[in-house]
Structure formats: C-alpha cells, structure tokens
C-alpha cells in the first residue's frame, strides 16, 4: 500500500500528555478496524479494536474513536510515556475479516519527550 | 506458544539462492496471513490461509514465492531463485477466525539478498 516510509508523519508529545493519532480510511463498507504499535525491530502490536457499531471504545490508557460519517478513526494515548514511542497504525477491513480484505494505514511516528 | 513464533529472525543469502522462512501461528487460530513490510512501504498482503480451505493466494508478487500450511497450523513461505527487490522484513500473523478477531504479529524475518 501507499506508505511515506522513512518520512512517516511524526507526533512528538511531551512525556505525561495526551496523544491523538488519526486515521483516515476510504472504506465506506468497513466493519472493523485495528490499532497496531509498532517499535523498532518488532512485530504489529495489537492495542484495542472496534466495530462500526460502535463509537468509543476504550481500553487500559488507550481510547479509540470511530467517526463514521467522515470515515475517520483516532487512537487517543492518555498520560503518554517514553515506552509508548513507536509507529502506530490504523487497519479497517469489511466483515468477515480475511485476506486481502485488510488495508494497513502508513502510519504516524510517535516521539515522546522527557 | 503463546504468541506467533517466525524463524529465523535474520536471514542473508545471496542472490539467485531459496529460502525457507517459518511461521507458527498462536495455537487454536485458524487464521493465518503473510505480509511483506519493505523499508519505506507499508504491510503488504502476499497469501491467506482459513481452515482447510484453498489459500488466498492473490498478493504473491510473482510465481517465485509459494507457502505452504500443515496440519493447519505451521505455514513455510518459500521464495525461490531470490532477487535483491525480495529484501524486506517478512511478517507473519495469525487470527482465531475472520469474524471480526484481531491479527496478531510475529516479530518477522528479516531477509536481505546480496
């Protein structure tokens, strides 16, 4: 998929603020949608998922806000720390989720500061 | 295991030259998938596995690349006769079905062709 890569967009955040990251998707018939972390050198990290019948969905430190109408997802991070610099990217896919049905975002470079 | 598992980690063989890269999936999911993650790209679908049904075998870049799955749990990606645009980080996942679960990531093999 289309990526930027090395010049992935960057959210630099001071350490103990919140994070907002965004997603945009295109799929109008998407169901389902996944946030990952990525650090260095590791795997996708699954964080929290949600469904399009649903809104918000929240988890430990972790929210996720799902838009439907402007297609539009967001991860919110509260009380951000140095452990949680990484890539985070957005997957939405339509259900039942399988194959290619999947599209990953390019994802956002989060940098946190001391 | 309790995560999926990819071996090797690392891999460097010259070009021209097979490789074998292993995935054992999360025991229980019937789900499997294999992406490419190139530098500057984002996760690329190369072929599915569900159940015992036939593989989704639609992302595979050319007739060089196969996989395999046995027993419905250990898939083996092989790429044969490999070319330096092959170099790339080989991430595995696995899900406990496609009814709206999430994928979870091996930490991938990183292949780079000299």
């Known amino acids: 998929g289309e990526s930027v890569g090395l010049h992935l967009p960057t959210l630099s955040v001071q350490e103990g603020d919140n994070s907002i990251i965004n997603c945009a998707y295109s799929n109008s018939a998407s169901d389902y949608f996944i946030w990952y972390k990525q650090e260095s050198g590791k795997g996708p990290q699954f964080i929290i998922d949600?469904?399009?019948?649903?809104d918000k969905r929240q988890g430990q430190r972790v929210t996720v806000l799902l838009n439907k109408t402007v297609k539009h997802l967001s991860l919110q991070i509260a009380a951000t720390q140095p452990g949680d610099s990484a890539v985070y990217f957005c997957a939405e896919s339509p259900l039942p989720n399988y194959g290619q049905n999947f599209v990953f975002g390019p994802g956002t470079r989060l940098s946190v500061l001391p | 295991g309790a995560g999926v598992s990819q071996s090797p980690s690392n891999k460097v063989t010259e070009k021209g030259k097979d490789v074998e890269l292993r995935c054992d999936p999360i025991s229980g999911h019937t789900a499997l998938y294999w992406y490419r993650q190139s530098l500057g790209q984002g996760l690329e679908f190369l072929i599915y596995?569900?159940?015992?049904?036939?593989?989704?075998k639609s992302g595979l870049p050319s007739d060089r690349f196969s996989a395999e799955r046995t027993g419905g749990s250990v898939s083996t990606l092989t790429i044969q006769r490999t070319q330096q645009e092959d170099s790339a980080v080989y991430l595995c996942?696995?899900?406990?079905?496609?009814?709206?679960?999430?994928?979870?990531f091996g930490d991938g093999t990183r292949l780079s062709i000299l």
């Open positions: 949600i469904r399009s019948n649903m």
């Open positions: 596995f569900q159940g015992n049904s036939a593989p989704d």
């Open positions: 996942a696995s899900s406990f079905d496609s009814s709206g679960q999430p994928q979870h």
